[in-house]
C-alpha cells in the first residue's frame, strides 16, 4: 500500500469504515501509515445528559486504530484489535469532534496507535490507546 494520503483514502472508501462508523457519522479526512484523522458529529452520538456518549469516543478511536493497523498490515494480513482503553477528560456538548491517530509502534504481528480527540475549541476530551494483531487472512 502507498503511503500516499489519496491512495489510502481511497482504500477506505473501496473497503469501507463498516456500518458502526458510518451510523455514527465518522468521516475519514486524512490517511497515511504516519497519521489518520476522522471527525464524528455530537449530534445523533449523545447520551441523555446531552453529552457526547463515551462510547463513541471509543468508537471513533477503534474504528481509527483499527484501520490505521490493517494499513499497515497490508493486502495479505488483517488486523485484530486486542487491546483498547480511553480515557475521558473533557465532555462535547455540541459540534463535530476531530481524532488524530498515530502509531506508537508498528510491528510484524502487534500495532499500537495513540488517539487523540479534540472539539471544536482544540480541547482534548479523550486519549484512546488500541493494540491490534497482525494475523493472516483465511481464505
Not at 465518522?26 to 447520551?47: C, D, H, K, S, Y
Not at 498515530?102 to 486519549?127: F, K, M, N, V
Request: charged share 20%; hydrophobic share 40%; proline share 3%.
Amino acid at each position: 500500500m502507498t503511503e500516499n494520503t489519496v491512495d489510502a483514502l481511497g482504500w477506505i472508501r473501496d473497503r469501507g469504515a463498516g456500518e458502526l462508523a458510518e451510523k455514527m457519522g465518522i468521516e475519514f479526512v486524512e490517511f497515511t501509515l504516519e497519521r489518520a484523522v476522522a471527525t464524528m458529529p455530537v449530534e445523533g452520538n449523545r447520551q441523555p445528559a446531552n453529552l457526547l456518549h463515551g462510547g463513541a469516543y471509543v468508537v471513533l478511536g477503534e474504528s481509527l486504530g483499527s484501520m490505521s493497523a490493517n494499513l499497515h498490515a497490508g493486502p495479505d494480513r488483517l488486523a485484530v484489535g486486542i487491546e483498547i482503553n480511553a480515557s475521558h477528560t473533557r465532555s462535547a456538548r455540541s459540534g463535530v469532534v476531530t481524532a488524530v491517530c498515530t502509531p506508537i509502534h508498528l510491528g510484524r504481528t502487534l500495532t499500537t496507535h495513540e488517539i487523540a480527540i479534540d472539539d471544536d475549541q482544540g480541547r482534548r476530551c479523550s486519549t484512546i490507546r488500541i493494540t491490534n494483531m497482525i494475523i493472516d487472512k483465511k481464505n
